[in-house]
C-alpha cells in the first residue's frame, strides 16, 4: 500500500515565523500535492510538483512556496505564518499513466495553529 | 470557482439504508473520482468513473456519470455505521489535467 507521511498530526505556531511542513512518500510517485481544508470549502489546492524540482502555483499559492529537491519528498513552507493560515494541511501523491492524473494518496494532514 | 459540488451537505440515515449522494461540476472532465474522509484523517480513494463510462460498481458503492448533465452520484447500499464519514468527488479537467479539483463534500451519518 501506498503511504504518504506527514511530519507532524498537530503543529503550534507563531505569527511571523518561517514554518517548514514536511511530506514523504514511498511509491515512487511523479506527482505530489499539497492542499488545505478549511470548513465548508472542501480542499483547495496550494501547489503541486510533477517531478523534482518542478513545482506549479495552485489556486490559493499567496503566503506559500515549496521544494521537491528528492522525489519521494516535498515540503510547504509558510514563509512569515499569519492567522488566516490555520488550517489542516493536506498532503497527496499520485502515480502519472500516459500524462493523465491518476488517483490521490493522502497523508492525515497536519492541523496548524498560528497564534 | 468550485468544480465540484456536492448535494447535500449533510445525509443522516439508519444502518441497512442506502445513501445517495450527488455531485455536479461545471466544466469538461476526463474522469471523476470520489473520496471518503474519516474525521480527523486524510482522504481515501473509492473509485473512479472515466468520462466514456456511465456506470461503475465497486462492492457497496455505485457511481454513475451524466456527462449531458454534468452530474454524478453515489450510492451507498445497505450502509453500515462504519460508513460514516465525509464523502468528496472529484474531477480531472480534459486532457493532461493535474489538477484534481474537490468539491465541499456531503457528511454522511449513519445511525446504528
Known amino acids: 500500500d501506498v503511504k504518504v507521511t506527514q511530519s507532524s498530526r498537530y503543529l503550534v505556531k507563531r505569527t511571523g515565523e518561517k514554518v517548514f511542513l514536511e511530506c514523504v512518500q514511498d511509491m515512487d510517485h511523479e506527482n505530489m500535492f499539497w492542499y488545505r481544508q478549511d470548513p465548508g470549502l472542501g480542499l483547495r489546492l496550494i501547489y503541486f510538483s510533477y517531478d523534482v524540482k518542478m513545482k506549479e502555483k495552485g489556486d490559493i499559492p499567496e503566503g506559500y512556496s515549496v521544494s521537491r529537491e528528492k522525489k519521494e519528498r516535498f515540503s510547504l513552507i509558510l514563509e512569515s505564518a499569519s492567522t488566516n493560515q490555520t488550517s489542516m494541511y493536506l498532503c497527496?501523491?499520485?502515480?502519472?499513466?500516459?500524462?493523465?492524473?491518476?488517483?490521490?494518496?493522502f497523508g492525515d494532514g497536519t492541523r496548524l495553529s498560528i497564534l | 470557482s468550485q468544480q465540484g459540488e456536492e448535494d447535500p451537505q449533510a445525509l443522516s440515515i439508519q444502518e441497512g439504508e442506502n445513501a445517495t449522494m450527488n455531485c455536479s461540476y461545471k466544466t469538461s472532465i476526463n474522469n471523476l473520482q470520489w473520496y471518503r474522509q474519516n474525521s480527523g484523517r486524510g482522504l481515501v480513494h473509492l473509485i473512479l468513473?472515466?468520462?466514456?463510462?456511465r456506470e461503475k460498481h465497486s462492492g457497496r458503492l455505485r457511481v454513475t456519470l451524466d456527462t449531458s448533465k454534468k452530474s454524478s452520484s453515489l450510492l451507498i447500499t445497505a450502509s453500515r455505521a462504519a460508513d460514516t464519514a465525509s464523502y468528496f468527488c472529484?474531477?480531472?479537467?480534459?486532457?493532461?489535467?493535474?489538477?484534481?479539483?474537490f468539491g465541499a463534500g456531503t457528511r454522511l451519518f449513519v445511525k446504528a
Open positions: 472529484a474531477t480531472v479537467r480534459g486532457t493532461g489535467g493535474f489538477k484534481t479539483i
Open positions: 497527496a501523491s499520485s502515480l502519472s499513466w500516459r500524462g493523465l492524473n491518476q488517483p490521490q494518496h
Open positions: 468513473i472515466r468520462s466514456n463510462e
